[in-house]
Each structure stands twice: as C-alpha cells, then as structure tokens.
C-alpha cells in the first residue's frame, strides 16, 4: 500500500513548538507524508514571545499549487492551519479546490481561552468562517467553535453533553462537514476531550484523555495533526479523535513544569504514535465518495491505543 500524503498550509514557526514543527514531524511518525506549504517564516510564534520576525509567504501559495498540479501530484488530505494573512485563505480555499478529491480538514486557528490571537484581524477571522465552509472537517476549540458560530464566547458552554452535541451540531453546518470539537469533556474534571459530530453517520461522539495541568503551547496544533493522520489512515472520526486526545495527553503529561510557551515536549513520544498508527493499514483517499463508504464507526469506548 502506498504512503498516504497530506498537503500542510501551516506557518513555519522556528522556535517555540507549533504548525509545522508538530505538523511534519507527527504525520511523518505516522506513516504520513507530509508536502508543507508555509504560510509565513516567523521566529518563534506569537504567544509567549514578543518581537518575532515575520516573512509573509502569500506569494508562494498559487505558484506552489500550479507546480505541484504540473507535477500530476494528488493528495488525500489538505490540512490548514494558522494563516498570516486574509488573502492566505481565500488562496487556500482555491488550493483547496483545485485538489479535489481530498479531504479537507481545517483547523481554524484564531485563538484560544476567548481571545483571537494578536495578529488575527476581524476582517481574516471573517475569512477564516469562509474558508472553514469549505472544509469536510473541522477542529475548532471553544474560541473558535464561537466566532465560527458568530456567537458570545460566554454563551458558548460546554458543560454538559446536551450543550456540546448542540453545538458540534450546529457548527455542521446541517451535516455539511464533521466537527470535532476540542474542550470538550462535560462531568469529567481531571479529563481533557472532545465532541466530534461525523457527517457520514449522524453521529455524536464523546473521547477524553487525563487532563495535564498546565496549558502549553501548540496542543491544538498537535491534537488537529494525529487526527489527520489517523483519517488518512483510514481511523473512522471518533476513533482518530480518540488517538488524538490519548497521545497530546500523554505529552502534555510529560511536559508538566517546563516552559509553557516551548510547546508540547512530543518527540520522545513519536515513536509511540508510529506504533499505535502502525495497526491501521493505509487507504487512498483520492475519492472521497468511496471514503465515505469506508467510514465505519468505532464504538466510543475504543480505549487508549498507547501502550
Ligand atoms: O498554535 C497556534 C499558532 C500557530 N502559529 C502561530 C501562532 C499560534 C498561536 O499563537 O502564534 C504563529
């Protein structure tokens, strides 16, 4: 079977663990690979440090994509993340396009704790909504799920199951695209977990993981990778969120007491992703109607695959 390959439109961070430092090396451990098309260049990324350098990278989308087309080259996956900028998206949104069939997963990067982070303008969180239409799954956390919804991050409570199904409904979009939404874990304190709305079956599932204290950098970045890798690896959506939730848990775990805004420490852990991800056989997603008929879904106690 030949290896499954994702398109990232991340950021390219150097310091300070996010986009496509976690992207590349994750979806590599997993038997991905990973075509990265940076956004930006920036020094270190903007929360925690201040003064970081930034080489906007626009330019470099339409181009990039038209070689690659040139190329013949396809992808079962265009994965985006943190843009630089409102023109980035619509960009993205036609690179997208222009790659179909493939699944488009998009995690709509704004912000965090209900705050946008410092370079999102209103103006690309608006193009940030536009671009998220287009996707066949989501990964918003609290923050974002809010300004997708156009609603108050106050409102927004995902205190108990009824309120998060409503809300991963509701950001479906009437089932257009499958949510998974993070921060998500009602009733369970000492558990970090998601809601994940699967357009294919009309399901509403619930994973969690023991939750790390301490809020690090990059963890959405990291959790949005293993479930990307985990769907072109043929993980039904529940059961790629579960991954997800079980191995940025056991970083987060380890990473305890060191510096927040370094991120996540995960590499000594990839190898542990290789061989949970190993178990699954890779399938070609080029055609997505065929994808849809793969889905199968996993019963919701699928347990820790992470031994
Ligand atoms: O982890 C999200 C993220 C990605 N990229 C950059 C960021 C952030 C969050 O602050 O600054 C550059």
Redesign the pocket.
Known sequence: MSTPRVAAI??L?GF?R??LT?VIPTLSAMGVQCCPLPT?Y?S??????TG?TFLDLTGQIAPTAAHWRDCGVAFDAVYT??M?SREQMSLTADFIESFRPCLAVTDP?M??HGRT???YTPPMCRAMVRLAEQADVITPNRTEAAILLGEDYEALRLDTEADCRRWAEALSLEGRRSVVLTGAAPGQRDRAGAVCFDRTSGRTDFVSAPLAPGQF?????LFASVLTGALVRGYALAEAAQLAADFTSLCALRTEGLPVRE?LDFEPLLWRLGQAAEGHSPQRRYNQAEQHQRHQYADNDAGNQLH
């Open positions: 991340h950021d961070s300070g996010c986009s976690i930006a920036l270190t990324h903007t929360g925690g440090f970081n993340g943190f630089g990067v912000g965090d982070y410092r370079t950098h990059g963890t959405g970045d991120g």
